[in-house]
Nanobody, 119 residues
């Protein structure tokens, strides 16, 4: 059974940095495309960033380009999201997600980690 566990969230101030982690177990990590999503109160879940299986391809939603960096270390089964210059509008529950190469959707999700940015 594939399990994803996020960590690293917390309360930070406008302009600070934060790094989220997501550890994957129950599967071969390098087989998964990985992504970060977020959901703010009263809003729908939105895509934040994604990374290919070996990290050669990354993409970001426009609102975080130049501020957030997605990365992964396959030998550690871990996905990261480095968040720099955070803004109050980044406040949300952040989720990591995984899908295998033959899957169209992200079928595996973590429980989320809360990020709150004060102004």
């Amino acid at each position: 059974q594939v399990q994803l566990v996020e960590s690293g969230g917390g309360l930070v101030q406008n302009g600070d940095s934060l790094r989220l982690s997501c550890t994957v177990s129950g599967g071969t990590f390098k087989d998964f495309f990985m992504a970060w999503f977020r959901q703010a109160p009263g809003k729908e879940r939105e895509f934040v960033a994604a990374i290919s299986r070996y990290g050669s391809s990354k993409n970001y939603t426009d609102s975080v380009k130049g501020r957030f960096t997605i990365s992964r270390v396959n030998i550690w089964n871990t996905l990261y999201l480095q968040m720099d210059s955070v803004k109050p509008e980044d406040t949300a529950m952040y989720y990591c997600a995984a899908r295998r190469k033959d899957e169209d959707e992200y079928n595996y999700w973590g429980q989320g980690t809360q990020v709150t940015v004060s102004s």
